[in-house]
């Protein structure tokens, strides 16, 4: 896997007649590309006492592991099964998983891999939970971060508003019911593609002060903690460094 990694990663070129690689590998792409910003929003808001570098390095170990947990470890197990079914092998497990996916469906061939494991349905009652657990954080998390953008004067310690929070809750649950209904994932994929390549100049433009910023503030932003601060406090703020305090008090 290391030494095709490159190659793997950079690959979208079709194979025979199905252009899976290149259509998925542009999905990914871009929506990353619109789900970003508003992770990024997320993850600072509740990182409060960690440096930016910390908030930096343990965001992208975690979506390494979790990344490679899926692809690498599930992915591989899966295509293992699936060689074993083809090629017939004695002795081993196997399961046909590209035919079930083509008769039932990606959560059924899902379903069939997980129960070939070392209590299966235990193993799908906890990847069942966690599934709803990562839905309901990524949607309240979307819903936090549009109310915040979109409230007029929110300090820099105040929540938006809860009735504010559920309206975005609303309107994104009426947005997927209605892609859904149009035309199943493959318009849901176009949409995220089309929001994607709109976000990809703001994300740009993100990146650029993101850059003068620490450039500006010569690393003093990556390695120090920050105190909150209320928000009419910042016409009177003189520098950061009078607001440097010791690691331990600013967690507690």
Not at 71 to 96: C, I, P, R
Not at 102 to 107: E, H, Y
Not at 125 to 143: K, N, P, Q
């Amino acid at each position: 896997m290391l030494g095709n990694y490159m190659n793997m990663t950079f690959w979208i070129s079709p194979f025979a007649d199905n252009s899976f690689p290149r259509d998925w590998t542009i999905f990914y792409a871009l929506f990353w590309a619109g789900y970003g910003p508003f992770m990024g929003l997320f993850i600072a808001r509740i990182s409060r006492g960690r440096t930016i570098r910390e908030v930096i390095v343990w965001g992208m170990l975690g979506c390494i592991v979790g990344g490679y947990l899926i692809h690498g470890v599930f992915g591989s197990y899966t295509l293992w099964l699936q060689y074993n079914a083809v090629n017939h092998v004695e002795g081993k497990l196997a399961l046909d998983a590209v035919a079930i996916l083509k008769q039932s469906g990606g959560p059924a061939a899902m379903m069939a891999v997980l129960d070939t494991l070392p209590l299966g349905k235990l193993v799908m009652c906890v990847y069942c939970a966690f599934s709803t657990i990562f839905l309901a954080t990524s949607v309240d998390s979307g819903c936090y971060v549009v109310a915040s953008v979109a409230t007029r004067s929110l300090g820099v310690n105040d929540d938006p508003a809860r009735w504010h929070r559920s309206f975005w809750a609303f309107a994104q649950a009426l947005l997927a019911v209605g892609l859904l209904a149009i035309g199943g994932l493959n318009v849901a994929k176009q949409f995220g593609n089309f929001s994607g390549a709109l976000m990809a100049l703001p994300v740009l433009l993100l990146t650029l002060s993101w850059m003068q910023i620490v450039r500006h503030e010569k690393g003093y932003l990556l390695r120090h903690y920050m105190k909150p601060m209320p928000a009419d406090s910042f016409d009177k703020w003189t520098g950061p460094a009078q607001q440097e305090v010791h690691p331990q008090t600013a967690r507690n």
